[in-house]
């Protein structure tokens, strides 16, 4: 066991570092030049400026380093909690990012409980009811909820609910009302892929031999379901819950923009199109740290609920 806990968590090492260093890679190689569009934003052209003040304005946001040595720069601050300067903002991204953290996490919360309540009870609507069209029905439901694009749902929530019948607004994050038009768009797709993970699960339990001796001997199908067949197919579901935790960040960047929340989510979108390197790597460790604890997390429990996992390292 403790060999697996100790392999688990170098694994989790190992992805934060990838995930920083492709991000890195990524924003080096786009088009563009952040030094262009910071200046722009002041209103100033590089062609105006001297080479002496050319210089000062990239020593001031460490520009003037190359490629390699600004990898090493951020990953050095990074690992002592400090993710610099904003490169577009002149302010700590610490600040930045951490001032619009909560936001994101509220909403990435509340999608998450609106998720787990609806794959829930379509996954269970699905393989307990016994007229088989309905039941069919449920089941290709899902299919449904996978296929729709996330900013298709938004529009279609504001165009319906808050434009069309005005139960809701459009738009902001003050107040729990513009919660709920976000978080149910983050939480289609989901929910969604929760059903169809549960119903494949909840299907191949109640084939299982035990389920057929527990109906021989007389018991419920109520009783079947609820005391064998639920317990055991709802352990797959904790995996999809950390897949869901960990990419709130990522649901964020879409829905965000849509209903104009301020979150680092939007944050995400505006620093990759100003280039702003120092933002967009703090919040991509943000997002894998989110994703691998989670999963981290997801992996333990199952040491814990599943003893067929603690059976199999002792045998390796």
Same mark, same amino acid.
């Given at each position: ?32 030049? $952040? +030094?262009?569009?910071?200046?722009? /934003?002041?209103? %100033?052209?590089?062609? *105006?400026?001297?080479? @002496?003040? =050319? ?122 009302? $513009? +919660?709920?038009?976000?978080?149910? /768009?983050?939480? %289609?797709?989901?929910? *969604?892929?929760?059903? @169809?993970? =549960? ?118």
């Amino acid at each position: 066991m403790t060999g697996y806990i100790v392999r688990r968590f170098l694994q989790a090492i190992l992805v934060l570092w990838l995930a920083y260093t492709a991000s890195y890679i990524i924003l080096y190689v786009l088009p563009g030049d $952040t +030094l262009v569009y910071l200046l722009a /934003t002041n209103d %100033l052209q590089i062609d *105006a400026l001297s080479p @002496q003040e =050319l210089q000062q304005v990239k020593e001031y946001y460490g520009l003037d380093k190359g490629p390699i040595a600004q990898y090493f720069s951020h990953l050095a601050g990074i690992l002592q909690g400090d993710f610099g300067t904003s490169a577009t903002k002149s302010q700590s991204v610490n600040e930045i990012v951490f001032s619009r953290l909560p936001s994101t996490a509220l909403l990435g919360a509340v999608s998450v409980v609106f998720a787990l309540a609806l794959g829930l009870s379509v996954a269970i609507a699905a393989t307990y009811v016994q007229w088989k069209p309905l039941k069919v029905f449920l089941s290709r439901l899902p299919v449904l909820g996978v296929s729709l694009p996330s900013f298709w749902v938004g529009l279609l929530l504001i165009q319906v609910v808050a434009f069309g019948l005005g139960w809701l607004p459009s738009s902001g994050s003050n107040g729990w009302k $513009t +919660l709920i038009l976000p978080s149910i /768009t983050m939480a %289609l797709p989901s929910a *969604a892929v929760l059903a @169809q993970v =549960l119903i494949r699960s909840l299907n191949d339990t109640l084939k299982e031999p035990y389920i057929q001796t527990a109906k021989a001997k007389g018991i419920s199908h109520f009783a079947v379901y609820t005391r064998h067949a639920l317990k055991n197919a709802a352990l797959p579901t904790l995996t999809i819950l950390g897949l869901l935790i960990g990419s709130t960040v990522t649901g964020a960047v879409t829905t965000e923009t849509v209903f104009s929340r301020v979150g680092i989510g939007r944050l995400a979108q505006e620093a990759v199109l100003a280039q702003d390197v120092p933002v967009v790597l703090a919040i991509v460790v943000i997002a894998a740290t989110a994703f691998v604890v989670t999963n981290l997390i997801v992996d333990l429990l199952y040491l814990v609920i599943d003893p067929r996992i603690r059976h199999v390292e002792k045998v390796t």
